[in-house]
């Protein structure tokens, strides 16, 4: 099992960034497929960026892609979600996830395993 626990969430205005990070506690850290979830009220958790625990490219949505990176520190047991030109439409809660059954990456919240409590970012225009 491993617990994860976000933190780096906000008020920001429009335009401006903020860096989220995840930390993982528990074994075996990499061999987990890691992902940033976003849920805005009344919405569906959405994937926003993760990376497979083998390796290969990020996957980002639409949306975020050229605005937001996502990297990992084995080493540190830690993800991180840099935000960068942020958007009003980016006001979410912010949830890490956890995963090791899927040979791909899973973007529906069904496929993930294991979650933090969520850091709310808010975006004001």
């Known amino acids: 099992q491993v617990q994860l626990a976000e933190s780096g969430g906000g008020l920001v205005q429009a335009g401006g960034s903020l860096r989220l990070s995840c930390v993982a506690s528990g074994r075996d850290f990499s061999t987990y497929t890691m992902g940033w979830f976003r849920q805005a009220r009344g919405m569906e958790r959405e994937l926003v960026a993760a990376?497979?625990?083998?390796?290969?490219?990020?996957y980002y949505r639409d949306s975020v892609k050229g605005r937001f990176t996502m990297s990992r520190d084995n080493a540190k047991n830690t993800v991180y979600l840099q935000m960068n030109s942020l958007k009003p439409e980016d006001t979410a809660v912010y949830y890490c996830?956890?995963?090791?059954?899927?040979?791909?990456?899973?973007?529906?919240?069904?496929?993930?395993?294991?979650w933090g409590q969520g850091t709310q970012v808010t975006v004001s225009s």
């Open positions: 996830g956890a995963e090791r059954r899927g040979l791909y990456i899973g973007r529906a919240a069904s496929n993930w395993d294991y």
């Open positions: 990376v497979h625990r083998f390796g290969g490219g990020i």
